[in-house]
């Protein structure tokens, strides 16, 4: 018996820690663990002592006499990935943090993601650290809770790790707390040794064709994060008049839209999706999403778990015609004599099981369409039409590119939803690269410009760190680095003292009009939640207000 990784993998990383033989691969201190779509056990390495078990926040592995049906496919999975892998045995010896100097170094995190979280979990575990957390939502968790799909429920089970990081004494919320509204960046700066941005990226990317902005064509961003209770995004208005939707992009974000749109509502109901959403959906009208990628399977974005996952959604058909399986020709020869990387052979190969498998009548539709490019958007008062052309592969060129042909393709749409990825926004008083999206930095430390001084004192991580790219497990180890960065200079006497203290941090948001919900307030609504989760027999229902969060958590007299 060996152990599997399954679906719900996060690339967190803590199983790889805890192994004895060092069956658990990429690591972190691989070169691929950047880019890795899961973690993968070794089956021939295993030992079955269950470490990993226990420390998974997402209960993503399983004995292989324990797995599902649906789970079964990982078997081979994981087992693929060691063709053209070759690991050595042994534990990874954990990273020790540096001895810090006598006296306690502040810190004041703006954000409450992942990132956030990962980089505050590192810091607090030295008792001289201490760190204030803020963020402008009354509630944390970042893309967690607004991001992850809401039938994803074990993903969010990095939340209990977030949660014991948040219980430790030496550890304050800020939530409901604006960062450049009810306290500036220069008090933060004035109150803390260092200050950490982690704020995501908060804006999404553009096709750039016309008829982009007629209504009917929206964001994915702004779809996901209003099916997930955003309470930027309670009023949001999406019309699912429309039978067909199509979705521009085949990342895992595209796929989650896709498998919203057309999932039974019955089963979302058992979900934390918001209220308000679900209601729309009951009403929704689409029965087919098809997704377009720009080039072909073997560069579509999506990780193969969540790939082969659409295959399990109740009344949905998955539909690919074989003929636009096409390969660039270096995949093809990889292919065909063996030495393709293993995750890219076995997205191609789910992709031509998919082709293979009969539609049945009456079922919802997810199309997937490779090698076509969106031109335009056209319609009278809204969208009506998406004009394509399809893609070839390029000839002479090192790098798999696409190139049009003079081939159009038109699909008939009320609804186009553009899911191409996330883009950083600048952030107060820090210096701004608009080409990444990004605050310069090395490390995690900020830089006047891509090639500038670093700013003492100054840190980011997460999105605004690197570009929006990775998961939960690309975070983790963004956090870790900022936090030791943040560590190494304090030892290195690179951080200045705070000129006053922070103690006085409470009554300035409260002067400028905060309502700021502590540990306490952030128990009470989490609580709230559950409650009404646990009588409607889901796992949480969302409260979506921010006049409906600070009530539950106590502050009534502040409305």
């Known amino acids: 018996m060996a152990h599997v990784i399954t679906r719900p993998c996060c690339n967190d990383a803590s199983c790889v820690a805890v192994c004895p033989v060092n069956c658990i691969h990429p690591t972190p201190d691989e070169p691929e663990f950047f880019t890795a779509e899961m973690l993968f056990i070794d089956p021939e390495t ?25 789970d079964e ?19 990874v010896p954990p990273k020790k943090a540096p001895q810090l100097p006598d006296g306690e170094l502040h810190v004041a995190i703006v954000g409450a993601g992942p990132a956030a979280f990962y980089a505050a979990e590192d810091l607090v575990r030295k008792p001289q650290v201490k760190v204030d957390m803020f963020d402008r939502l009354p509630h944390p968790y970042g893309l967690v809770r607004a991001g992850v799909a809401p039938d994803h429920a074990s993903t969010k089970g990095v939340e209990k790790t977030f949660a014991a990081t948040a219980a430790k004494r030496n550890f304050a919320y800020f939530l409901n707390v604006e960062v450049g509204k009810h306290i500036s960046h220069a008090e933060l700066v004035d109150r803390y040794h260092a200050v950490v941005y982690a704020v995501g990226a908060a804006t ?35 019309d699912l008049s429309t039978e067909r939707a199509v979705v521009v992009g085949n990342g895992n974000v595209a796929l989650d839209v896709a498998r919203i749109l057309v999932s039974d509502p019955d089963d979302l109901a058992r979900t934390d999706i918001a209220d308000h959403a679900l209601a729309k959906l009951r009403e929704s009208q689409v029965k087919e999403v098809v997704l377009l990628g720009r080039r072909g399977i073997a560069q579509a974005a999506y990780t ?23 390969l660039d020709p270096a995949t093809e020869a990889a292919l065909s004599d063996d030495t393709l990387d293993s995750t890219i052979a076995t997205k191609i190969r789910l992709a031509r099981e998919f082709a293979e498998r009969p539609a049945t009548d009456g079922n919802r539709r997810i199309v997937f369409r490779f090698l076509v490019s969106p ?21 002479g060129t090192e790098r798999i590119a696409v190139t049009p042909t003079e081939e159009k393709l038109e699909i008939s749409t009320g609804l186009v939803l553009r899911a191409i990825g996330y883009r ?23 830089q006047t410009g891509a090639d500038g001084d670093v700013m003492p004192g100054l840190y ?18 963004c956090g870790q680095q900022t936090a030791e960065a943040v560590l190494r200079d304090f030892v290195d006497g690179v951080t200045s003292a705070p000129a006053t203290s922070r103690d006085d941090v409470a009554d300035i948001v409260a002067s400028n009009g905060a309502h700021r919900i502590d540990l306490d307030g952030w128990k009470a609504i989490d609580a709230a939640e559950r409650a009404a989760g646990n009588d409607a027999g889901r796992r949480r229902v969302k409260i979506v207000s921010v006049a409906e969060c600070e009530s539950a958590a106590g502050l009534e007299a502040v409305q």
């Not at 990982?74 to 534990?91: T, W």
């Not at 031109?375 to 000839?395: I, M």
């Not at 950083?424 to 900020?446: K, M």
């Open 46 to 70: 295993c030992i079955d002592c269950g470490a990993c078990i226990d420390e998974c926040p997402v209960e993503a592995i399983l004995p292989d006499d324990q797995l599902e049906e649906r």
């Open 460 to 477: 980011v991580t997460g999105w605004i760190k690197r570009g929006a790219t990775g998961g939960i497990g690309m975070n983790r180890m």
């Open 73 to 91: 496919p990982y078997l081979q999975i994981n087992a693929d990935y060691y063709k053209d892998h070759d690991v050595e045995g042994g534990l």
């Open 424 to 446: 950083g926004l600048p952030v107060t008083d820090l210096p701004f690269d608009e080409t990444r999206g990004v605050v310069p930095n090395t490390e995690g430390r900020v």
């Open 304 to 326: 193969n778990s969540e790939f082969l996952a659409l295959g399990d959604v109740e009344g949905v058909d998955v539909i690919i015609d074989a003929q636009e399986l096409a």
């Open 204 to 238: 999404d990317k553009h096709l750039g064709i016309a008829g982009e902005d007629l209504p009917g064509s929206i964001p994915a961003t702004e779809f996901v994060a209003w099916y997930n209770g955003h309470p930027d995004y309670a009023d949001f208005d999406v």
């Open 375 to 395: 031109l335009e958007l056209s319609g009278d008062g809204g969208v009506e039409t998406l004009t394509c052309v399809r893609n070839v592969y390029a000839e």
